[in-house]
């Protein structure tokens, strides 16, 4: 019988099931039946959106690049043509074993150009050396390779950095002492590597952009080539200050005494477009007005013009009578124009009934004393009577004492009679008081010997200088005037921060003299922006000319030296005009000994200098403390610590550095005290002198003490009842009473005090600045300091 085999499930072949990814267009939307496939706010936009960001990336890299590039042009464009403007390169050694001539002469090898018209002496002086920074395109400082930087240099370096450098240019150049000459000649090139090295590291400590230091030795070519190409082909540094500034580095001076003297100055206008109408400051002269400015041939040897028939050259811009700046720089105060306050009707009445009541008194005989009236029982006399206490003088008697005393006055039983007692003398009376003081606070006045003993050994005992750590405005009341009249012009305030102060309360005449700003930062962004979009009598940078300025006195020809810088720099409109002015200053970390308010100090401040005592007070960001713009004042410069230097100055607008300088024996090496930059222009800032009166805690009973050694009469404990009190360990309270005749009084605190804490008070009075005047350097010809050159 046949038998049909069968194969078994398990073992049936499965084929593999149809791809999606195969399926057509009308499968696949079938399948889905509708739904929509979502996709996340968070994953990347189409290819579409990721080709037009890809896009826009391209033009904003594109715009950027266009825009350096255009800004590599307005940087250079006054160098380039054959007219174009020299670079100026301030040349400045910072040992004294070093000749600026050296390295020009070096500079000059690689280009193969003589020059031997390059002075031996010239900048030896350091005002002038500040000023040579301010007009150049580029510094270079020489170092040497065997002799370390002096105080000088480092004075000199400290200064330029406070200043603000523009770009800087290091190079190593032989020594001419002749301690190095063999050291330096005996140097191979693998020693002078290390050399480079550590210089280079020194000078980025002033100047952190320094990538390399060029050595310009004579077998060194390479390396002047390298130090010419970087002057020649860079693009100069831009000096934040000078932004927004035209100046001129005087190429020929000329004076005439006709019109009140006119100074002509000839050179190449740099910087922004110079403006006829604008007020122009030559350093340590002064401001003064243009006349007008005329157009003369340019004296580059690529040109080959020079300077005659100067005056026969077009008139490039004349000074206009209505726009041109004044020099008026403070207002003239009327003094008769005071305001005067009459009484108001009510204080006239006032008056009236209180003559009228002093009229209806009659006048007490002299020599006489009115005698006090005591009820007391019949037949008492008057040695018992003053024996007898009135119930109206017995504090401390209850209330229920007090009634069984009344209705045994009124009983009839006991015949009374009013009693004429005589007034006790002065002398009783402080006996007498003092005897009730002693019954209430248990208090024993000391005599003045042992007062004065006890005093002496408080002042002077050790913790009083620990004390002075936590409480710099601590002092002493005096002992031999009152307080009330030697702190007579403090007040108390309950909260420095939300006190309320007017910023125009009792000022003096200064304020009347200088000039105030509604808005000083919407005055500078107007002024700024006129400037840009002014067409009329402006002359473009790159031109060069002649500027005529009157009223010159003749001392500025008599003291010009062609060796020294001559820069006259161009002020915005208003910067004439005296106001107070605030900037933010540091105290310079070399600098060791104290720096008090109101020293006399230079500031050195963009292209001027003044002489000025400077008063300094707390910095705080975003303005005052309170709506009061109230900020204390600081009697030292702390070193670390950040404050605020006030004086009455010229308006300034912009970030401008500033540098306080004290003058020494050597005039050509004063201290660097203080650096920092212009602040802003503000004649309502506060300034809040603190003084705070300390008193020792004698006696303390729980929330109540008695305090000695802060007043010495009771008067001034009346006079200055209503200033709040705190003390050392931040209780508050106020003065209950006065004990005693040595200035004793009683006071309570809102808690417990300690007999170990301090009593204080603190008093404020407004402080005003100084006013500052322009520095006039002294002469001096006796320094040997190693010169600096200006070279175009």
């Not at 002493?476 to 007579?488: C, G, L, S």
């Not at 308010?597 to 008063?615: A, E, H, Q, W, Y």
């Not at 203080?674 to 300390?694: E, P």
Request: a negative charge.
């Amino acid at each position: 019988m046949s038998q049909q085999h069968h194969h078994r499930s398990s073992l049936k072949q499965q084929n593999k099931p149809f791809k999606s990814r195969h399926s057509t267009k009308s499968a696949v939307k079938d399948r889905a039946k509708g739904r929509v496939q979502r996709t996340s706010l968070k994953s990347n936009p189409v290819n579409a959106a990721i080709a037009q960001t890809r896009l826009n990336r391209r033009n904003t890299a594109k715009q950027v690049q266009l825009r350096k590039r255009q800004a590599l042009i307005a940087a250079t464009r006054i160098f380039n043509g054959v007219d174009g403007a020299p670079r100026i390169v301030a040349v400045i050694p910072l040992c004294s074993d070093l000749f600026s001539r050296d390295a020009v002469e070096a500079l000059g090898r690689a280009l193969d150009v003589d020059t031997g018209t390059c002075p031996d002496t010239g900048l030896w002086r350091l005002k002038y050396a500040l000023d040579a920074c301010k007009a150049a395109d580029y510094v270079v400082f020489t170092l040497s390779a065997v002799q370390e930087v002096d105080k000088w240099g480092d004075l000199l370096l400290r200064c330029l950095q406070a200043q603000g450098l523009p770009e800087v240019v290091t190079v190593v150049t032989p020594s001419h002492s002749e301690d190095t000459a063999q050291i330096q000649a005996s140097l191979d090139r693998k020693a002078r590597g290390p050399i480079l090295k550590s210089l280079l590291s020194f000078i980025r400590y002033f100047v952190p952009t320094q990538s390399r230091v060029y050595d310009l030795e004579e077998t060194r070519s390479a390396d002047a080539t390298s130090a010419l190409r970087s002057l020649c082909e860079g693009k100069p540094h831009e000096v934040q200050w000078r932004q927004g500034r035209s100046w001129i580095l005087a190429e020929d001076l000329q004076w005439d005494n006709t019109d009140s003297g006119t100074l002509k100055v000839s050179g190449i206008v740099r910087g922004t477009p110079l403006s006829v109408n604008r007020l122009v400051h030559i350093p340590n002269y002064g401001d003064f007005q243009q006349s007008k400015i005329l157009s003369i041939p340019n004296t580059n040897k690529k040109s080959g013009g020079g300077s005659e028939g100067m005056e026969l050259e077009p008139v490039l811009a004349a000074s206009a009578t209505d726009d041109a700046d004044s020099l008026i720089s403070v207002n003239d105060p009327d003094t008769l124009a005071n305001e005067q306050t009459w009484p108001t009707d009510e204080e006239m009445n006032g008056v009236r009934d209180k003559e009228m009541t002093d009229g209806a008194l009659p006048d007490a005989k002299v020599g006489t004393t009115p005698k006090a009236v005591k009820r007391v029982p019949k037949g008492t006399s008057q040695y018992q009577a003053a024996w007898i206490i009135d119930d109206e003088d017995d504090e401390e008697g209850d209330e229920n004492e007090q009634d069984e005393e009344e209705q045994s006055r009124n009983d009839p039983g006991e015949e009374m009679e009013d009693l004429e007692m005589d007034a006790p003398s002065i002398h009783d009376a402080t006996e007498m008081d003092e005897s009730e003081m002693k019954n209430n606070v248990h208090f024993d006045d000391l005599d003045a010997e042992e007062e004065e003993k006890q005093l002496k050994d408080w002042r002077t005992r050790e913790r009083e200088a620990a004390d002075e750590m936590l409480f710099p405005d601590e002092i002493d009341t005096p002992e031999n005037v009152t307080a009330r009249q030697r702190f007579q012009r403090y007040r108390g305030l309950r909260s420095f921060r939300t006190s309320p102060w007017d910023p125009y309360e009792n000022l003096p005449v200064d304020y009347a003299k200088i000039f105030q700003f509604e808005d000083y930062h919407r005055t500078e962004r107007v002024i700024r922006r006129k400037a840009e979009e002014e067409a009329e009598n402006i002359v473009d940078p790159g031109t060069h000319v002649t500027v005529y300025l009157k009223n010159v006195p003749e001392d500025v020809i008599k003291t010009y030296n062609p060796n020294h810088p001559f820069i006259i720099f161009a002020l915005f409109q208003h910067e004439h005009k005296m106001s107070v002015i605030n900037f933010t200053v540091q105290r310079n970390t070399e600098y060791t000994l104290p720096v008090k308010s109101k020293d006399p100090m230079v500031l050195c401040v963009g292209p001027r200098r003044f002489r000025t005592n400077p008063i300094y007070s707390q910095h705080t960001r975003g303005g005052g403390k309170g709506a009061n713009n109230v900020h204390k004042f600081e009697r030292f410069l702390q070193p670390g610590v950040t404050c605020v230097a006030t004086t009455f100055a010229p308006v300034i607008f912009g970030k401008q550095p500033c540098m306080l300088l004290k003058e020494t024996a050597d005039v050509q090496e004063p201290d660097l005290v203080a650096m920092g930059s212009f602040l802003n222009t503000d004649t309502t800032r506060i300034i809040a002198k603190r003084i705070v009166l300390t008193g020792h805690p004698f006696k303390v009973h729980k929330k109540t003490a008695t305090v000695r050694y802060m007043f010495f009469n009771p008067d001034d404990i009346s006079y200055f009842a209503p200033v709040q009190l705190h003390t050392k360990h931040g209780r508050s309270g106020h003065i209950r009473e006065s004990l005693g005749t040595h200035g004793y009084f009683k006071a309570h605190f809102d808690g417990p005090v300690n007999q170990m804490d301090t009593i204080c008070m603190s008093l404020y009075k407004r402080v005003y600045p100084k006013w500052a005047t322009l520095f006039k350097p002294l002469e001096d010809n006796t320094s040997t300091r190693k010169e600096a050159v200006m070279e175009e």
